[in-house]
C-alpha cells in the first residue's frame, strides 16, 4: 500500500509545477497602470513614497469594492500575500482585502470598522474573527487554499509590518468543494475618503505541466 501511495504522489506531482508570480512595482512608469493587471472597479497606478520605493496606489472616488485582478487563471492550491496600507480618518476606516480564484472566489478581508477580519465567498462573508487594526503601519495579508479531493481548506493570516505572523492561522474554513477557477486580486474601498496603497504582491500556485 505504501509503494502505491508513493507512486500516485509522484505522478501528481510529476502533472504540476510549483509556480510563483511577483510585483512590487519597480518596474512600471509612475502615473501609469500596469500593462499586466485588469482594473475591476475604481482608479489604480503607480505612485511612489518619499524615498521613491514604488507601490500601486488605489484613489479615494468612486466609493466602490474597487479591485485588481493579476496573474494566470488558477484553479488548484494557490497562496496569496500582499502587504497593504490603509488610512483612517475621525472614526471613518477603509476596508481591504485579497482574494483567489476570481472575483467570485475566497476572499481575506479586513474591516477595521467592527475589528473583524473575515472570509468572504460570492460577495458574501461566510466567517468572521476578532482583528485589531493598526492604522499606523502597513498591513501583511496572506491568504491560502489548500484543494484537495473536493474539498478545499481556507487559511488567513494578517499582521502588521515589523510585527512576526502567527504559525497557525488567525481565521480557518473548510469548503465542501473546489475553490473555482480565476485570477487573484486586490480590494479596497476608501470609506476614510484617503488612497489606499498596495505593495509586494507574492503569488505562489500549481500549474498543470
Do not use: C
Not at 501609469?32 to 482608479?43: K, L, N, R
Not at 521613491?52 to 479615494?60: I, N, P
Not at 504559525?167 to 468543494?177: K, M, V
Amino acid at each position: 500500500m505504501k509503494s502505491v501511495t508513493l507512486i500516485l504522489f509522484l505522478l501528481i506531482g510529476s502533472l504540476y509545477s510549483e509556480e510563483i508570480y511577483k510585483n512590487n512595482f519597480e518596474s512600471y512608469d509612475l502615473k501609469s497602470f500596469p500593462d499586466d493587471m485588469m482594473e475591476i472597479d475604481g482608479v489604480f497606478k503607480v505612485e511612489s513614497n518619499s524615498e521613491g520605493k514604488k507601490h500601486l496606489e488605489m484613489a479615494s472616488e468612486p466609493l466602490t469594492e474597487n479591485a485588481v485582478i493579476f496573474g494566470p487563471s488558477i484553479r488548484n492550491s494557490a497562496t496569496l500575500q500582499v502587504k497593504v496600507r490603509g488610512y483612517k480618518k475621525r472614526r471613518s476606516y477603509p476596508r481591504f482585502g485579497i482574494g483567489l480564484h476570481g472575483i467570485s472566489g475566497f476572499r481575506l478581508r479586513v474591516v477595521p470598522s467592527k475589528n473583524i477580519i473575515e472570509l468572504v465567498k460570492n460577495e458574501e462573508p461566510v466567517k468572521s474573527m476578532p482583528f485589531k487594526w493598526s492604522s499606523d503601519s502597513w498591513t501583511f495579508l496572506k491568504l491560502q487554499i489548500i484543494s484537495k479531493e473536493g474539498t478545499s481548506v481556507i487559511n488567513g493570516w494578517a499582521w502588521s509590518e515589523g510585527k512576526t505572523p502567527s504559525t497557525e492561522p488567525i481565521i480557518s474554513l473548510i469548503h465542501e468543494g473546489t475553490p473555482g477557477q480565476g485570477k487573484a486580486s486586490i480590494w479596497g474601498t476608501a470609506y476614510s475618503g484617503k488612497s489606499m496603497l498596495f505593495d509586494e504582491i507574492n503569488l505562489e500556485y500549481q500549474k498543470r505541466k
